[in-house]
């Protein structure tokens, strides 16, 4: 170890931190969230410092701002919050990783942070932009991949994807052309309906503000949807449900319409479809897949550098417009993955 090196590892690193300091009820508001600035302590062993220079901003994580168990453990009130972010490693105590490297982390929501090696995955910075190590070769690339391989989507197949205009969405109608499906989706706005038409290629889209889902599906897909990648939950998913074929398979990836919901809202009265069309449908977590990330990066991330994938942002700067950023998720401002530069 140099001087320098020493003399960095042994000093105390200045942060800022995004804490929650109180639970929403339903949309959040800035006044949910608060600034704290920290000095991390120094450098032990077998540790890391990194300054992050991107972070992403996700719909989930609005249910772990609500109190109780789920599937993912709840953010506490008065703690800083945390989700995906790539950075720089600026010291290190640990044999992985030298200052220079780049890496991602769950550690974002702030601006720099001390870790374990084993809390970082090295990623290489001859793949630009580092940002898109959260968006279509992230977490995000790897829920449409993981989502599409849950239900075995083939070629031929009919594929209905709503929030497709969003960060999973569009990386899964991407994937599933490349598959050879057919890939319907719906958006909220005519300019997100010419982003998939043009930009991610699907062959048919259509403005869910504009007219009855069902009919507009049903006007894109007259022979019905083979498989339904569900995004928003509420009325789009009752709307698919009708327009099922026979053996058709659900995806239940998320459901933005009803993250903000004070009650629960109350269940289509459709359901009987599951039985006279014999449907499966299946719940995707990305982390019960972490276990192929090999595969995944492997395939995605050949995509990507043969301009076969596309990887669209929306990107805010700075720490201080990350709650912004992450409350425009609800209000659909963003185009593909919602980005927080911090670099």
């Known amino acids: ?67 109780g168990k789920s599937y993912i453990p709840p953010f506490e009130v008065g703690e800083p919050l ?82 497709a205009a969003g960060a999973v969405g569009s990386v899964a109608g991407q994937l599933a052309k490349l598959r050879g499906c057919r890939v319907i989706g719906s958006a909220g706005s005519p300019e997100k309906v010419k982003f998939l038409l043009e930009g991610c290629g699907f062959d048919a889209a259509f403005d869910y503000k504009t007219g009855p889902i069902l009919d507009q599906l049903l006007a894109a897909a007259p022979e019905g949807i083979d498989v339904y990648f569900d995004n928003v939950g509420g009325l789009t998913f009752g709307a698919a449900l009708s327009a099922m074929r026979l053996h058709g398979r659900i995806i239940a990836c998320g459901g933005i319409s009803e993250y903000n919901d004070e009650h629960p809202q109350p269940g289509p009265s459709n359901l009987s479809n599951f039985i006279k069309k014999q449907l499966t449908m299946k719940g995707l977590l990305v982390r019960d897949w972490l276990d192929q990330q090999a595969d995944f990066e492997l395939e995605v991330g050949g995509y990507y550098l043969t301009g076969k994938l596309k990887n669209k942002e929306t990107v805010v700067k700075g720490l201080d417009r990350a709650v912004e950023a992450f409350i425009g998720l609800f209000r659909g401002e963003n185009i593909g993955k919602m980005i927080v530069d911090l670099s």
């Open 1 to 67: 170890m140099t001087e320098q090196t020493q003399d960095i590892s042994l000093s105390k690193i200045a942060s800022r931190e995004i804490r929650l300091a109180s639970r929403p009820n339903g949309v959040p508001t800035a006044a949910n969230f608060s600034m704290t600035s920290v000095d991390l302590e120094p450098l032990q062993d077998q540790q890391v410092s990194v300054r992050n220079l991107f972070m992403s901003v996700d719909p989930y994580m609005r249910g772990r701002m609500n109190a």
């Open 82 to 163: 945390n989700g995906g972010a790539v950075g720089e490693v600026i010291d290190s105590r640990a044999g992985l990783f030298k200052p220079g490297d780049v890496v991602m982390s769950n550690f974002g929501w702030r601006e720099s942070f001390i870790a374990s090696e084993h809390d970082l995955h090295p990623v290489s910075r001859k793949i630009q932009p580092l940002s898109v190590y959260l968006g279509a070769l992230g977490m995000t690339g790897m829920t449409a991949w993981a989502g599409l391989k849950l239900v075995e989507v083939k070629a031929g197949d009919i594929v209905y994807i709503s929030g």
